[in-house]
Each structure stands twice: as C-alpha cells, then as structure tokens.
Antibody, heavy 121, light 107 residues
Framework: QVTLKESGPGVLQPSQTLSLTCTFS??????????VGWIRQPSGKGLEWLAN???????FYNPSLKTRLTISMDTSNSQAFLKITSVDTADTATYYC?????????????WGQGVMVTVSS | DVQMTQSPYNLAASPGESVSINCKASKSISKYLAWYQQKPGKASKLLVYDGSTLQSGIPSRFSGSRSGTDFTLTIRSLEPEDFGLYYC?????????FGSGTKLEIK
C-alpha cells in the first residue's frame, strides 16, 4: 500500500526558508523510474506543479520558481524534501507530494493529503 | 508553458445522471492528459491517464476521451461519492500544468 505524508512548519514569516518533508511508504526511490513530485494549491485556487525528483537524482523544477526551489531525497529513510527560499504571502498554500513513475508516464498516481503552510508577519 | 483551459467551473447534477468535464490544451500534448478527483481532507485520486486509460481500481462509470487538444472526462450514473473537485493535468512536458478545476455538486 502506497502512502505519502507531508510535514512542514505550519506558519513562517516572509523572507524565511520553507522546508517541507514528504515521508512515504509502499515504494522506494531506489526503484528505476520512480520519483516524487511537489504540487501546491493556494486556498480556493488551482494546482501548481513545483518540482520532481527521480530515483537517479534527476531533478526538474517549475521555471517560474526555479531560482527559489531545491528538491532532494533521502532514499534510506523514504523521504523527499522541498525547500523554498525567500517566501512571501503568495507562498501561502497547501503543499502536496505525490508519486510519479516515469516508466509509465508523468502523472501522479498517489498523493498525500497535503500540509497547510501560512506565510505571515 | 502549456495552458490548460478547463470547463465548466461549476457543475450541479443529481445521482444517476451523467456529466462531462472538459479540458483544452493550448498546444498539442498528444494523449498525455490525466484526470484527478480531489476531496477535502483526503488524498487526491488519479482517475484517468494518457487521456483515456482508467487507473486501476477506478469504477468503469468514469471514462476519458480525446479529440485533438480537447479532452473530456465523462462520469456516467453519478454516485453520491463522485461529488467533489476535478482537475486535469497535462503530463506531456515540463512544466506540468493543471486545469483550473471543476466543482461537481449535488443538485
């Protein structure tokens, strides 16, 4: 059974760095083709893809945010991470992680429930 | 970036009815479109990928189709658990992009 769970700071101040963790089970980031992606959703708005990381440490970022994003992983602990630097109120959103298997295609077949992050002074 | 134009924004229907949700890509994405269902407090669910392939475990009342850059998710014989938010996503090229969402409500 594949599960993913996001965790984060809850609230942070403008200009700080947001650190998110995705802890997963039921699959491994050592498996050929498998990856984890991060997607966010401001309250009442649509979904925005942020970044993907794959089993071979290949990384892809949304160009609109690329200079502020860093995605990484810890395969031994079944975790993926996302850092967003210099946050502001526009980064207030629910952040999701999801599994992708690029052997099959670049869709997200399992999602976490999301973690809400508020940027406020 | 590929822009995904999703319609309608809101949809109201009764159990047993059939509904369709549409997504139009701003350029060719071949068949590479996915549909997701989102409900509050629950993990989003992949329904369809590659335009028309039903994800394992998804009821056959869900179906996806494609005509060029136009994609449709059809839900036949709506069940009470089908109400929620639906999103499309192009998975043809980076950056992946989503439609704006459709809220399917009980009439």
């Amino acid at each position: 059974q594949v599960t993913l769970k996001e965790s984060g700071p809850g609230v942070l101040q403008p200009s700080q760095t947001l650190s998110l963790t995705c802890t997963f089970s039921g699959f491994s980031l050592n498996t050929y083709g498998v990856g984890v992606g991060w997607i966010r959703q401001p309250s009442g708005k649509g979904l925005e893809w942020l970044a993907n990381i794959y089993w071979d440490d290949d990384k892809f970022y949304n160009p609109s945010l690329k200079t502020r994003l860093t995605i990484s992983m810890d395969t031994s602990n079944s975790q993926a991470f996302l850092k967003i630097t210099s946050v502001d109120t526009a980064d207030t959103a629910t952040y999701y992680c999801a599994r992708v298997d690029r052997k099959s295609g670049y869709y997200f077949d399992y999602w976490g429930q999301g973690v809400m992050v508020t940027v406020s002074s | 970036d590929v822009q995904m134009t999703q319609s309608p924004y809101n949809l109201a229907a009764s159990p047993g009815e059939s509904v369709s949700i549409n997504c139009k890509a701003s350029k060719s994405i071949s068949k590479y479109l996915a549909w997701y269902q989102q409900k509050p407090g629950k993990a989003s669910k992949l329904l369809v990928y590659d335009g028309s392939t039903l994800q394992s475990g998804i009821p056959s009342r869900f179906s996806g189709s494609r005509s060029g850059t136009d994609f449709t998710l059809t839900i036949r014989s709506l069940e009470p658990e089908d109400f929620g938010l639906y999103y499309c996503q192009q998975h043809n090229e980076y950056p992946f992009t989503f439609g704006s969402g459709t809220k399917l409500e009980i009439k």
